[in-house]
């Protein structure tokens, strides 16, 4: 089982995450498919930069906690 502690942690790094990555997850394919070189090269690469930063700042905050 889990400590209250634990989950209060856990639920407040992925409302955080959720928030950073869901426009990510619908932008990126929208760069993809316009077919614009720089969207794809500039925007499309800035978004995923984010989301994984996203991802490693919440896992290396749950390994921490």
Known sequence: R???QSRKVLSHNLRWLILAIL????????????????YQNGL???LFLTASLAIGETVAER???
């Not at 426009?23 to 720089?38: C, H, Q």
């Open 2 to 4: 889990w400590s209250d």
């Open 23 to 38: 426009p990510a997850a619908i932008i990126i394919p929208m760069t993809e498919l316009s077919g614009d070189i720089y």
């Open 44 to 46: 499309g690469r800035l």
């Open 63 to 65: 390994l921490t906690a």
